[in-house]
């Protein structure tokens, strides 16, 4: 059962070859017989999956139906969930049992899916590599001795493995698409604002947008169908109806206009994943695509304006995790400041206090409009880019990373290092356009992601590409050996 | 040295919405703690404010009282410092792009000139909460209630020169926001709160003193003490060789001092951005055209038409204008009686002595406009003097009629004017003080003046005061020249 | 441009961030090669720009003034650190 996407599952349900309650129990075993080799839960919620699956086949059999009534999901732990830890893969949110439900976890509670558990991040979604968690490092199913990027990379690790066929994810600067590209998933990062981000614990405000990660583009509609929508309680969640996006995924591709950024070719990929990438480019134009070449000429500054912006806001957003009304509290606080320094100065780890000093420090007196509004500025210059650039073309086609997943330990000396891994994804965050990691074959055994960039609300077309290019291959079914 | 204060003031007015500025909470003054905190108000993690309209709506009106540029977009902005009270650690205010720019009110100071003050900015932001310090086994307690509700920043210009001055700005900003029904304007539960930004400079220099701010002043009274305090405990500094230091300053009205408050001193570095999490807010011009069509008649327009209405001295006018409940009771007791002078004497006088007596609000007066505009009638009449109109204004002040007319009727005050009853009176007055008229008759012209009073007094006292003065006085005259 | 050591606790302090004596030297470093790769935006001619603050432009929706939360302090405050009459304690604050 486990090897089988949404789509089979709401057809399998939908036929009563199998109950919810019946396909819930087979992965929670599934969980607890695999995850300690991968570590990508963080809480099972084992008997709240039971009720609801119990509640989904109750519905079914009441007559309702729906693609998501009784499908297994999981939530990347910065999903408020209400009476569940929601711990940010965080130290300093010990003993948080949020007190309120996301919009996100609300929305697909509703379509009827059923919450396996809390899946495993980069602590505050601040990494690519999910070795920042303060509940351990993930490792990638494809290979237990690599990461499976990040931040949302339990997510990945656990979809990838088959624990789950889907699973909420967030992304900041790639943090649903590098893990999806490592781990040989589908992953779509949509348009900021397109789902609200009440009950999203916020790394980078501007930035930060929820998404799906699971194996196939037909699964992301069916999730994005249930995650977008107007939510009163975001100011930055935009008033647009959900376009159909399972309508879309069958349009053919002919006349589609695909742009290949030279900046995305150049120095710094792996040429091996360069070859992967063209061949997906040669197979989408057998489907009646067209390519041409263009520039993102402000793509190389994107690094370090997103290196000021998300630790800027980052470092105003952590604020409130102060030892006062929740989470963790040092030892003993001699005094207030004591209070603060020491629960904030043990609650965090290494990769949040950087950032967070990076960016109280961009925003300090004297140094804001060095690196601040400097930073705001190439943001516009990004934004330009593409919307000179999708005046000419429908979707912009590149590598999701530079290079293949890396070994558990390998850039941790170095965050610099780390922070070029994003290279090629947090344009897609500056601008704030819609982007989409799909599988495009292995390297040494280790999956390759393509990225489809879209311009804004075009999440139909980037999971219309994506599909099609699923119907043609079959990248997207290798399962890891030993899951 | 001849000195110069130079003073200028940041009020904030807690806006009379119903809810707070992001969030749904209640903010009614006194609740138990932390029961008006919502997960917005704490600062739980994921959630996310959203802008009340009724706070914006309140503020343009601000914005349109004083005159001010009103931007066509204003930003929220961060405030980033740890503090228990703020539960966020950062504070949502307006920095760069506030919603009301330069602006200025016009007070009327002690001698009846008009001075007019420069409002720099105005500008919206949410109210921390409060630490309690009573001890809980040496720790405080932090009640989130306040934290949230929506505060209006109002910045003067230094264009202030006194402490008098001073209390007359913060006066007239009470008066504004109480006429807009943007802030109740109540001091003691915090609704609007100053900070005294002050500082001193040889008369004649052109560069501003080093400037001190006294936070946390909290009454008229207080305001003007405490500038006067910080005046001369700065005057004393520089003549003894000091320097004043710019810092904060707290005033302690139980010790009349201010003092330093070390504790923040610390150098403060907020770290201003943009709110991420709010998007920049639109003010059309339709919108601003709909308020200004709604503005009351602000307390400045309210003095100049009692002027030129009514003919009241600038000093009436200015009285009657101060609150927008006196100006309407004035007006309601006009309307009953059509005699504004006589009606503002009474507001002035006995009506505003019964409301001190009592610390009353005018809203709640004993006596209502209709009450007392109708005894004025009666007193136009004749039907009773000014002096029974004490009584039967106290008569309805302790409840014992419903109307003057009541009153009069049921107690028999009503003034006796037939002129036979009167002569008969007298009749009987100069019969029972015969010896006085002997004598009033052989006094000459100069003494009997004072001797007349006498008769009169008499006189009125028979008649219980009833009897029309101005007959009295003719009947009289005639009998003891007769 | 480098930081020096104060400088790193002066924002680690503002920041409210204890860091032992140990950490400070490599926290120096690694915010330099940091701040070194953030340093790279100079280079680009930003003349006349406008800074971007949201990718959208879209502008700020106003919530209707009405109270609809109600009173949730006991569930609120089960998971706090530290609770007493209502109220969160801290250490005592001084002003």
Redesign the interface.
């Known amino acids: 059962m486990h090897h089988m996407t949404l789509a089979e599952i709401a057809r399998g349900l939908a036929d009563k070859q199998f109950s919810a309650e019946e396909l819930t129990r087979s992965l929670l075993a599934r969980i607890q017989q695999l995850d300690p080799q991968l570590n990508s839960f963080i809480t099972v919620t084992a008997d709240q999956a039971m009720s609801q699956a119990k509640a989904a086949d109750a519905r079914r059999a009441s007559g309702e139906s729906g693609a998501l009534l009784g499908a297994p999901i999981g939530h990347k732990d910065l999903f408020c969930t209400q009476g569940v830890l929601t711990s940010c893969g965080s130290k300093i949110l010990t003993g948080f049992k949020a007190p309120y439900n996301a919009t996100v976890v609300e929305k697909l509670a509703a379509a009827g899916a059923v919450t396996l558990g809390k899946l495993n991040m980069d602590e505050f979604a601040m990494g690519s590599a999910n070795e920042s968690s303060h509940y351990g490092p993930v490792k990638n199913p494809w290979d237990l001795t690599r990461v499976p990027g990040g931040s949302s990379g339990g997510s990945a690790a656990a979809v990838a493995a088959r624990l789950l066929p889907a699973a909420t994810g967030t992304d900041t600067g790639g943090s649903i698409r590098q893990p999806a590209a490592l781990t040989n998933l589908t992953g779509i990062k949509p348009t900021y604002g397109r789902v609200s981000r009440w009950g999203m614990i916020a790394y980078a405000s501007s930035l930060d947008q929820g998404g799906p990660l699971a194996r196939t583009a037909e699964d992301c509609a069916l999730m994005l169908h249930a995650m977008a929508g107007f939510d009163a309680k975001d100011s930055t969640c935009v008033d647009q109806p959900v376009d159909d996006y399972l309508a879309a995924l069958s349009q053919p591709l002919a006349g589609l206009r695909i742009g290949l950024p030279k900046e995305y070719f150049g120095a710094g990929l792996d040429a091996r994943i360069g070859e992967k990438v063209m061949a997906v480019v040669e197979a989408l134009k057998k489907l009646g695509a067209s390519v041409k070449e263009i520039s993102l000429p402000n793509m190389q500054h994107a690094i370090p304006a997103y290196y000021v912006i998300a630790p800027a806001e980052a470092s105003s957003n952590l604020s409130r995790f102060d030892g006062v009304r929740f989470g963790y509290r040092c030892e003993n606080p001699v005094n207030l400041e004591d209070l603060y320094k020491r629960s904030r100065g043990e609650g965090f780890g290494a990769e949040v206090k950087r950032r967070i000093m990076v960016g109280t420090y961009a925003l300090s007196a004297g140094y804001y409009d060095a690196y601040y509004i400097k930073a705001q500025q190439i943001r516009r210059l990004i934004k330009n880019d593409f919307v000179a650039a999708f005046n000419d073309v429908d979707v912009i086609l590149g590598p999701t990373t530079p290079n293949l997943a890396w070994k558990l330990g390998e850039k941790n000396s170095d965050p610099v290092a780390a922070y070029l891994e994003d290279i090629y994804t947090i344009t897609a965050n500056l601008a704030g356009i819609p982007g989409l990691s799909m599988p495009a074959g292995f390297v040494d055994g280790l999956p390759v992601g393509v990225q489809l960039l879209g311009n804004y609300f075009q999440e139909g077309r980037l999971l219309n590409v994506a599909h099609q290019y699923q119907q043609v291959t079959d990248w997207h079914t290798h399962a890891p050996s030993g899951f | 040295m001849q000195w110069e204060t130079v003073i200028g003031l940041e009020i904030h007015a807690q806006l009379s919405t119903q809810s707070k500025i992001f969030s749904a909470s209640a903010i009614a003054f006194g609740a138990e703690p932390n029961t008006q905190a919502s997960l917005v108000d704490l600062g739980m993690p994921g959630t996310l404010p959203v802008l009340n309209a009724e706070a914006v709506r309140m503020a343009c009106k601000f914005g349109l009282a004083i005159d001010a540029e009103i931007a066509p977009q204003n930003i929220f902005a961060r405030k980033n410092y740890f503090y228990p009270d703020l539960p966020k650690g950062y504070q949502t205010s307006q920095m760069d792009h506030p919603i009301v720019g330069k602006g200025f009110l016009d007070i009327t100071l002690e001698d009846g000139t008009q001075k007019r003050i420069g409002i720099t900015r105005a500008h919206l932001e949410e109210d921390a909460g409060k630490s309690l310090h009573e001890d809980f086994q040496g720790m405080s307690g932090i009640d989130l209630n306040r934290a949230g509700t929506p505060l209006l920043e109002i910045v003067s210009e230094p264009d202030i020169r006194s402490a008098k001055e001073a209390v007359a700005y913060v006066k007239a900003i009470h008066a504004l926001v109480r006429y807009l029904g943007i802030c109740d304007g109540n001091m003691a539960e915090g609704s609007l709160r100053c900070d005294c930004n002050v500082s001193v400079r040889p008369k004649g220099q052109a560069e501003f003193g080093t400037r001190a701010e006294i936070k946390n002043v909290n009454s008229f009274r207080f305001i003007e003490k405490a500038i006067n305090h910080e005046v001369q405990r700065q005057i004393e500094l520089i003549e003894d060789g000091g320097k004043v230091v710019q810092e904060t300053r707290l005033y302690d009205p139980n010790k009349d001092q201010t003092r330093s408050m070390r504790s923040k001193e610390e150098a403060n570095d907020y770290r201003y951005f943009p709110c991420p999490d709010l998007l920049p807010v639109v003010i059309e011009q339709s919108f601003l055209d709909e308020i200004r069509a709604s503005l009351p008649e602000l307390p400045v327009q309210k003095r100049e038409r009692f002027q030129a209405e009514f003919g009241l001295s600038a000093y009436d006018a200015d009285v009657l204008a101060a609150s927008r409940e006196m100006a309407n009771y004035f007006e309601a007791v006009n309307a009953v009686c059509g005699d504004a002078k006589l009606a503002a004497n009474w507001v002035m006088g006995e009506l505003s002595s019964l409301l001190n007596k009592d610390n009353l609000d005018i809203e709640q007066s004993p006596v209502s406009a209709e009450q007392l505009g109708g005894m004025i009638l009666r007193i136009k009449d004749n039907t009773i003097s000014g002096k029974i109109a004490k009584m039967v204004f106290e008569a309805l002040a302790a409840g014992e009629g419903s109307t003057a007319d009541e009153v009069i009727e049921k107690k028999g005050l009503k003034q006796v004017t037939d002129s036979g009853a009167i002569e008969k009176m007298l009749d009987e007055v100069l019969a029972a003080n015969a010896e006085q008229v002997e004598q009033y008759r052989a006094a000459d012209e100069a003494k009997r003046g004072k001797m007349f009073g006498f008769f009169v007094g008499q006189a009125m006292k028979a008649s219980k005061g009833k009897a029309n003065p101005g007959q009295v006085n003719e009947l009289l005259k005639n009998k003891l020249e007769g | 441009m480098a ?1 020096e050591r104060t ?2 606790e002066k ?2 302090h ?7 004596e140990g950490e400070i030297p490599s ?1 120096t470093e ?2 330099n ?10 280079a ?1 001619d ?1 003349t006349g ?8 432009e ?12 109600n ?3 006991d ?8 609770v ?12």
């Open positions: 930081l400088e790193v924002i680690a503002l920041a409210r961030l204890g860091l032992n926290t690694t915010l090669s940091i701040l070194g790769l953030i340093d790279q935006m100079q680009v930003t720009i406008e800074p971007l603050a949201h990718p959208l879209a502008t700020q929706r106003l919530r209707a003034d009405q109270v609809t939360e009173n949730q302090r569930a609120y405050q089960a998971i706090a650190p530290a007493e009459n209502g109220l969160y304690l801290v250490p005592k604050v001084i002003e």
